[in-house]
């Protein structure tokens, strides 16, 4: 690919309104290749036989159609799948299908590595590289598409995306931003916003942002009901506070009635598990439209964590529902090829040189 080409992947249908308009195109060119390259995978300008064959020649000198590559394809015992994807940078980053009856769920990443800092998270281990453009993301789902065979339009087999890959969604906001515009659109996965979940550790001027932009279903980091443990366990909260957080979902769900911001929980043995910590917990979402998402940990090796005790997950459970929150305990899918929640770690040099810490530290542990 000469360097000149501009990768259209990327390009939501204002964007590539836009740049049609400057090749001289009408508008409704654009919605057709948009139709051509999500809706049908095509990846051949000569294959598109409703544009002209003097647009389908521009297109071939000045762009291209290019999603991230499979380097590595892994099935788990219970059906979950996951790829270890290849970016033309080098950097690989990791993507999940969690199969279920009623639906299928494609979790994807939005950054190369994460930034933030979360104590029992493996992709924070890793460190961070950069963000992905918009090519990269939706790309992932556009190859999803491909790689699962769906013959039928694409919202059959990949009902659900969920912004729960490796990285802060939010960080990358932009790029998210006109991820989710492709997802939504009738041209391209026609997904509607509630099947869509942007999970965030909890960026509160960019949560407010998203309402006004596109109010897709939001899932909140949690994990703590006080400042104090949830600055432990996820940095990020010394700069922006429950309080605050609490404020912006409340907003977040304040036109929709019927909707309800998702609240993450990952259960810690000893740590954030107690029956106290389940009755703060209910004091804070008492007056808020919530469901709770208990995780039980998955393994990080190194971090010192433990899975809570089932009995403890599920007296957790009761003492929520008791008290009217609607609560689930998430299961754990895809553990034999480390693809469960907090496991991804891609392949990527660290530019925060985090992962070099760890390495040292794990070899003091074991001096
Ligand atoms: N940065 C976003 C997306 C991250 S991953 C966010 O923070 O929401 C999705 C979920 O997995 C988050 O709730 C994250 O806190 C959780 N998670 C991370 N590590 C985990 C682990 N080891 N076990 C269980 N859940 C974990």
Same mark, same amino acid.
């Given at each position: 690919?000469?360097?000149?080409?501009?990768? *259209?992947?990327?390009? $939501? @249908?204002? &964007? %590539?309104?836009?740049?049609? !308009?400057?090749?001289?195109? =009408?508008?409704?060119?654009?919605?057709?290749?948009?139709?051509?390259?999500?809706?049908?995978?095509?990846?051949?300008?000569?294959?598109?036989?409703?544009?002209?064959?003097?647009?389908?020649?521009?297109?071939?000198?000045?762009?291209?159609?290019?999603?991230?590559?499979?380097?590595?394809?892994?099935?788990?015992?219970?059906?979950?799948?996951?790829?270890?994807?290849?970016?033309?940078?080098?950097?690989?980053?990791?993507?999940?299908? *969690?199969?279920?009856? $009623? @639906?299928? &769920? %494609?979790?994807?990443?939005? !950054?190369?590595?994460?930034? =933030?800092?979360?104590?029992?998270?493996?992709?924070?281990?890793?460190?961070?590289?950069?963000?992905?453009?918009?090519?990269?993301?939706?790309?992932?789902?556009?190859?999803?598409?491909?790689?699962?065979?769906?013959?039928?339009?694409?919202?059959?087999?990949?009902?659900?995306?969920?912004?729960?890959?490796?990285?802060?969604?939010?960080?990358?906001?932009?790029?998210?931003?006109?991820?989710?515009?492709?997802l939504l659109d009738?041209?391209?996965?026609?997904?509607? @916003?509630?099947?869509?979940?942007?999970?965030t550790a909890g960026?509160?001027?960019?949560?407010?942002?998203?309402?006004?932009?596109?109010?897709?279903?939001?899932?909140?980091?949690?994990?703590?009901?006080?400042?104090?443990?949830?600055?432990?366990?996820?940095?990020?909260?010394?700069?922006?506070?429950?309080?605050?957080?609490?404020?912006?979902?409340?907003?977040?769900?304040?036109?929709?009635?019927?909707?309800?911001?998702?609240?993450?929980?990952?259960?810690?043995?000893?740590?954030?598990?107690?029956?106290?910590?389940?009755?703060?917990?209910? @004091?804070?979402?008492?007056?808020?439209?919530?469901?709770?998402?208990?995780?039980?940990f998955n393994d990080?090796?190194?971090?010192?964590?433990?899975?809570?005790?089932?009995?403890?997950?599920?007296?957790?459970?009761?003492?929520?529902?008791?008290?009217?929150?609607?609560?689930?305990?998430?299961?754990?899918?895809?553990?034999?090829?480390?693809?469960?929640?907090?496991?991804?770690?891609?392949?990527?040099?660290?530019?925060?040189?985090?992962?070099?810490?760890?390495?040292?530290?794990?070899?003091?542990?074991?001096?």
């Amino acid at each position: 690919m000469p360097d000149s080409t501009i990768n *259209i992947l990327g390009f $939501d @249908r204002p &964007t %590539l309104r836009q740049f049609f !308009q400057a090749l001289d195109e =009408l508008h409704y060119r654009a919605d057709q290749l948009i139709q051509w390259v999500h809706q049908r995978g095509e990846t051949e300008f000569d294959a598109m036989t409703n544009l002209s064959k003097a647009l389908r020649e521009k297109l071939r000198a000045v762009t291209c159609i290019e999603a991230p590559s499979v380097i590595a394809d892994q099935v788990a015992a219970d059906g979950t799948r996951k790829w270890l994807l290849g970016l033309s940078d080098g950097n690989c980053i990791e993507m999940v299908f *969690i199969p279920e009856s $009623d @639906r299928g &769920t %494609l979790c994807i990443s939005s !950054q190369v590595g994460c930034a =933030l800092n979360c104590t029992f998270c493996s992709t924070a281990r890793h460190g961070y590289n950069r963000d992905l453009s918009c090519a990269e993301i939706i790309g992932q789902v556009w190859l999803a598409h491909r790689l699962l065979n769906c013959q039928t339009a694409p919202q059959r087999v990949i009902t659900n995306v969920v912004f729960m890959g490796m990285g802060e969604p939010l960080l990358n906001f932009t790029n998210v931003v006109r991820t989710i515009c492709l997802l939504l659109d009738d041209f391209g996965y026609g997904l509607s @916003r509630r099947r869509i979940t942007v999970s965030t550790a909890g960026i509160v001027p960019r949560i407010d942002r998203l309402r006004d932009v596109c109010p897709v279903s939001l899932a909140i980091s949690l994990h703590a009901p006080n400042d104090i443990l949830r600055s432990q366990l996820v940095p990020l909260n010394r700069k922006y506070s429950i309080t605050d957080l609490m404020r912006s979902c409340r907003e977040y769900v304040a036109r929709d009635t019927r909707a309800r911001v998702t609240f993450e929980y990952v259960m810690l043995r000893g740590v954030n598990d107690s029956p106290g910590h389940a009755q703060e917990l209910v @004091r804070l979402l008492r007056r808020m439209p919530a469901k709770v998402n208990l995780i039980p940990f998955n393994d990080v090796p190194g971090v010192g964590y433990e899975r809570s005790t089932d009995a403890d997950i599920d007296r957790f459970r009761n003492t929520l529902l008791a008290s009217g929150i609607m609560t689930i305990t998430r299961k754990t899918r895809g553990k034999d090829i480390d693809a469960a929640c907090g496991q991804l770690a891609g392949r990527f040099r660290d530019r925060t040189h985090r992962s070099e810490r760890w390495r040292h530290r794990t070899v003091e542990l074991n001096a």
